[in-house]
């Protein structure tokens, strides 16, 4: 009796295996979470979420920093009005939030300031240490 040998074909499979591409997918995923945060860059600010309530503070609490429509910055905490350097102001204000760290920053910019201004100005803050700061607005005229 003579073995009959058979012959395997081979078929193409009809399949395709997805595993590794979900292994790079999830990898992809993962190193976007973790890059993304990083990239974006900016500056806290803490808006209010009532419609332009007026906020009570005491005088003595509240640092104002300033810049007008020429490009000038001033410090507002019970002292003279002088225009001074960005850099001196960062440095005034980091000397004020030594002594007293609970002081409430806010920043006063001239509607005519370009946009990119009022960000260096509010950058300088977060280096100096200020940890919020708020944004002064007049009332809508009715």
């Known amino acids: 009796m003579a073995r009959h040998a058979r012959?395997?074909?081979?078929?193409?499979?009809?399949?395709?295996n997805v595993v590794p591409y979900i292994d790079v997918m999830l990898v992809l995923l993962v190193i976007f979470m973790i890059t993304a945060p990083m990239l974006t860059q900016g500056v806290d600010v803490d808006l209010p979420q009532a419609n332009s309530a007026v906020i009570q503070n005491d005088e003595n609490d509240v640092l104002i920093a300033s810049i007008d429509s020429n490009g000038d910055y001033y410090i507002d905490f019970g002292g003279e009005q002088k225009p001074i350097k960005l850099n001196d102001l960062q440095e005034r204000v980091r000397k004020v939030l030594a002594q007293n760290p609970k002081l409430s920053v806010l920043v006063r910019g001239d509607k005519t300031v370009p946009y990119g201004d009022v960000i260096g100005l509010m950058v300088s803050?977060?280096?100096?240490g200020v940890p919020n700061v708020g944004l002064v607005t007049e009332p809508e005229r009715r």
């Open 7 to 16: 012959r395997s074909k081979r078929r193409p499979m009809s399949e395709i």
């Open 125 to 128: 803050l977060q280096s100096a």
